[in-house]
Nanobody, 112 residues
Framework: VSVVESGGGLVEPGGSLTLSCVTS????????ASWHRQTPGKERELVAFITGDGYNSRMVDSVKGRFTISRDNIRDTVFLEMNSLNPADTGVYYCYDDGGYWGRGTQVTVSS
């Protein structure tokens, strides 16, 4: 099983990034998926969740209206579109497949 995130980087406040998470080795569309982040000095927290069929999703209050989670079950990929980024969004973003698998994370840094 492989879960691999990509798309992180350095962006200025107000900027945008789109993270991708490619999963292989599991029946992708049978499992829900989520994005989590770990910011400096804090525990890992759930950011966004999407059902296996992609029809339902939830975002934490701090990112509502700015982040969007989606998935492509043909390409076995989950996306996190992030807009209006601010320094508080800085951290390592992890993808989780509800089959019980974590990726290694991708670093997002929001700084001028």
């Amino acid at each position: 099983v492989s879960v691999v995130e990509s798309g992180g980087g350095l962006v200025e406040p107000g900027g945008s990034l789109t993270l991708s998470c490619v999963t292989s080795g599991v029946p992708f569309d049978e499992y829900h998926a989520s994005w989590h982040r770990q910011t400096p000095g804090k525990e890992r927290e759930l950011v966004a969740f999407i059902t296996g069929d992609g029809y339902n999703s939830r975002m934490v209050d701090s990112v509502k209206g700015r982040f969007t989670i989606s998935r492509d079950n043909i390409r076995d990929t989950v996306f996190l579109e992030m807009n209006s980024l601010n320094p508080a969004d800085t951290g390592v973003y992890y993808c989780y497949d509800d089959g019980g698998y974590w990726g290694r994370g991708t670093q997002v840094t929001v700084s001028s």
